[in-house]
């Protein structure tokens, strides 16, 4: 059964009234309280020691960091561990590798509180400190606290609730149901009864009303009754009389409302005037009866020129009838005016004259004779003029069209730039790491050879030479990987940016070739919270453009980075490769966001289809990716998914391109290879 205020009682409506006029507030009031409370338990409990256990450790761990003494970290950290609320805390090295790590017990992501401070020597960022703080004490807290709140509000609800229904309904619900029996039994007919009320108060003062009204209903009642039987014989009267008039009305009626033209008939003294119109007439001329019946000034009106009107009366006073006139009167619709072909005859009926006329609308049939020789006589011209305006439309749709392929390609080539500045700034600040560290060793070992030159002109001894052997090895070891790591980092990035400008084919490894580019995008992946997970099994060589296919995969990389993952969310972007049938390979390019809507998908490897206008996207980036792989690396590409399961982009490539595409392949890449990169992206 629905529920439905307008079917609760009075006393129900005012039970419901006043406890909630009681529970809302106190409900606000106490829920204000407990988010007060819980916001200021939050900053004390678990916001301030945060705070200052993450500015302690940073401070901290740089020396160890520095030194890589794990056993000192480990000791501060544990320092840090002794309070319960803790949660977790992990110190990282300059690279990225966790340094000192602990964790009391896994907490839901919602019962955690993070932040996190860089490590800084000598101005200098070698380290990062994350430190998480749960809130599961606090809420436990304020969950006791939140029942007794409860507890002693529900107390005072219950007591302040029963006060002011008492008086409530002593007061007003019992009156006015009092009342209401009283004021039901004056509805059904007994007036003779007046109302007993002894209070005087706004109730006492509506039941005096009542019974005046009573009274005064009683008196008309008596003064109607009487009309009534008065009315009843003069009705009873007249509707004798008019019988034997309708009776033979009735017949003539009958024949003239029958008709299928348009009937008027006019009395001819004094003046002629219309005295009937049949159904037909009323359909074509769109007066109705009342109307046109009713002012002689209405008749006259609906001829368009009087003295028509004054012709057709007097050819039938001469000759008694007429025939095919034509016409023009006035249309009650107001749209337009009607051609009449009018026919009509004189006749006389117990001494008086009537005329009845029969006005025929010939209005469309003049209209269709005149359109059809209009018609011919202007064809020719409009197919003149048509045929030089869609000659002007095509020339004007042709421009436009040149005017947008120049204005893609400019788009295009701008993005293009952008997307190779953010590769080779990504690069630089790659290479920034190790070359700087190489120079701070080199710098150390010049300095200590210098100290040790000094020190053999005066005498060198055998503990020193051990100290500075041992320091040479340690600093030469550094030099070696860093520079090697430098070196890696410029034989990919060369790789990525031969296979990006030259756009040759050549055969290559599909992990290595992955390997590389995943490397070279390093930059923008770090900087983002989402991260890139490769599973291409080993084995599998293709002999196609590794240009085009570092750049679908990079689009497809950013496509995700861009449209699929929120601010908050830490997304992973899966890139699996498999053996297929038919000599082909299958590439997997999968995430864990939210998905692409069904009313999108049809239509997101449109040109400039971006659901980020403005803020970032152009539109051009999946756009770029289907011609890239059904036109260069001759393959297919699909897309499969739900609204908040993530997306699957599946690419079915040849192993072995056709040597037919290589002549496509240039132009294709100059025009299109451009990932989709945000506006103002800095690695």
Known sequence: MKFSVRNLSLRQISVLGVALGILLPALIFGSLIARSRYDR????????????????LSKAMAVPIWNVDRQVGKQFVEGVMRNPEVARVVV???????FVSQQKLQYAPNQLRRMMRPVVLEKRIIGRVEVAVTTEYVAKDLLEDLLKLMAAI???VILSFGMVWYVFDRRVVRPVQRLQTETNRLASGQLSEPL?????DEIGDLASGLNVMRLNLGRLISEREQQNKILKQELTERMRAEAALRETEEKFIAIFQASPVAMTVMKCHPVYRMIDVNDAWVRQFGWSHDAILGQISMQEYLWCQPEDMQHVMKVLERDGEIHAFEAWCRSGLGHHNLLCEISGKLVHI??????ILVQEDITEKRKNEQEVHRMNQTLERRVSERTRELQEKNAELNVVLNNLKRAQQELVRTEKMAALGSLVAGVAHELNTPIGTSVTVASTLHQQTEDLAAQFEQGLRKSSLQDFLSNARLGTDLLLRNLNKASELVSSFKQVAVDRTSANRRRFALHEMMDELILTLGPMIRKSRHGVQSDIAEGLVLDSYPGALGQVMTNLIN??????????HEGVVQIVARAAADDKISIVVSDNGKGILPAHISRIFDPFFTTRLGQGGSGLGLNIVYNLVHEVLEGSISVDSKPGQ???????LPAVVRAAAEAHQTSVLAQDA??????GYQP
């Not at 007993?196 to 005087?200: E, H, K, M, P, T």
């Not at 496509?559 to 908050?568: C, G, K, L």
């Not at 993530?646 to 079915?652: D, K, S, V």
């Open 41 to 56: 338990e939050i900053e004390l409990r678990v916001q301030a020691p945060m705070t200052q256990y993450t500015e302690m």
């Open 92 to 98: 990282t090295d300059e690279a990225g590798a966790v």
């Open 154 to 156: 529900t107390a005072q």
């Open 196 to 200: 007993v009320w002894q209070r005087s």
């Open 350 to 355: 117990a001494d008086e004259a009537f005329v």
């Open 559 to 568: 496509n995700a980075f861009i449209h699929a993952f929120d601010e908050e």
């Open 646 to 652: 993530g997306t699957r982009f599946e690419l079915l």
């Open 674 to 679: 451009v990932p989709e990169t945000p506006t």
